[in-house]
């Protein structure tokens, strides 16, 4: 069944660590998206992809980092975590402009 | 000119009540319009989308009027039940763009709950 993975559901670290958040989808598409979500709802754009080797930032300024070597595969990358970095990560992905967006179900990371 | 402005920030009705959620844009350029729902600890899934072109869509319980001309939008549950309390988001794009102005624009979420 075509689908969007991430692990790990939930995550407890430590300040200071490093920590990778995994993203793939099954559905062989070229658009990948990281959505940064509080708990006051609001849907963040952090980063985005329109293919392999192509990665732009988001709306929202994060530390973090993406890489997009395969198509099904958009890791999100955190070098040093923060208490300010809590938060729940959304991974999606669309075959095309705007329409079609699959969302993963999450991390829900807490750094400590 | 981006931005969806999504209207109530929550919302609590009765069973078999009709809530409302109410969207508003501006950029005219906007050709497709998706909601989306989330349940608590799952990201969120289509729900139902409209083009310009037509004034209503219907799937199910589930309703999307659309106001061309002032620019507005808005999801209305038939006969709502507390399996749909949930978290609602309103977006929009321009199919017609490429780069980051194809991407959707969300708006702020509506925290529906239907209490039985």
């Known amino acids: 069944e075509a689908d969007i993975y991430q692990t790990p559901r939930y995550l407890v670290i430590g300040t200071g660590k490093k920590i990778t958040l995994e993203c793939s989808q099954t559905?062989?598409?070229?658009?990948m998206y990281w959505y940064q979500q509080d708990p006051g709802m609001e849907l963040h754009l952090i980063h985005y992809?329109?293919?392999?080797?192509?990665?732009e930032k988001g709306d929202l300024s994060s530390e973090s980092t993406v890489s997009r070597i395969r198509t099904e595969h958009f890791p999100l990358t955190l070098e040093s975590a923060r208490p300010s970095h809590t938060s729940q990560y959304l991974c999606?992905?669309?075959?095309?402009?705007?329409?079609?967006?699959?969302f993963g179900s999450g991390t829900r990371l807490t750094v400590v | 000119q981006q931005q969806v402005k999504q209207s109530p920030q929550s919302l609590i009705v009765q069973k078999g009540g009709i809530p409302i959620i109410n969207c508003a844009y501006e950029n005219t350029a906007f050709d497709y319009f998706p909601w989306y729902q989330q349940f608590p600890g799952k990201g969120p899934a289509l729900l139902i989308a409209?083009?310009?072109?037509?004034s209503e869509k219907k799937e199910g319980r589930f309703t999307i009027s659309f106001n061309k001309s002032a620019k507005q939008f808005s999801l209305h549950i038939m006969d709502s039940q507390p399996g749909d309390s949930a978290t609602y988001f309103c977006?929009?794009?321009?199919?017609?763009?490429?780069?980051?102005?194809?991407?959707?624009?969300f708006g702020k979420g509506t925290k529906l709950s239907v209490k039985p």
């Open positions: 977006a929009a794009t321009s199919m017609n763009y490429g780069g980051s102005q194809g991407n959707l624009i």
């Open positions: 409209i083009r310009p072109d037509v």
């Open positions: 992809s329109y293919g392999v080797n192509s990665t």
């Open positions: 559905m062989g598409h070229d658009k």
């Open positions: 999606a992905s669309s075959t095309g402009q705007g329409y079609g967006y699959t």
